[in-house]
């Protein structure tokens, strides 16, 4: 398993932009599934997007298409969120997750490691 570590969450307005990272500690992202998921109180964890690493294939929630984007850097083995657009019901606690097997999954159970997340408050 490969330790994930988030960053970049925070406070911003309505209409805000923020970028989340995901690194791999230690070691390569390569063949693993990437994806994006969030939790705000009292919900369950739900599905962003994800982008498999080797071809960049991406998948996205329909709540956040059209406003989210996916990218990764091979050589700094990241994989980021790019999140415009921002609103209120966004705020959540963001999580990066890995798969070892192909397909971008939208269950949480279809992922093998996460990382400790990161806090988007997105104020009205």
């Known amino acids: 398993q490969v330790p994930l570590v988030e960053s970049g969450g925070g406070l911003v307005q309505a209409g805000g932009s923020l970028r989340l990272s995901c690194a791999a500690s230690?070691?390569?992202?390569?063949?693993?599934?990437v994806a994006w998921f969030r939790q705000a109180p009292g919900k369950e964890r739900e599905f962003v997007g994800g982008?498999?690493?080797?071809?960049?294939?991406?998948r996205y929630a329909d709540s956040v298409k059209g406003r989210f984007t996916i990218s990764r850097d091979n050589a700094k083995n990241t994989v980021y969120l790019q999140m415009n657009s921002l609103k209120p019901e966004d705020t959540a606690v963001y999580y990066c997750?890995?798969?070892?097997?192909?397909?971008?999954?939208?269950?949480?159970?279809?992922?093998?490691?996460w990382g400790q997340g990161t806090q988007v408050t997105v104020a009205s």
């Open positions: 982008i498999t690493w080797l071809g960049g294939s991406t």
């Open positions: 997750a890995t798969r070892f097997r192909s397909g971008i999954m939208t269950g949480p159970s279809e992922y093998d490691t």
């Open positions: 230690g070691r390569t992202f390569t063949t693993y599934t």
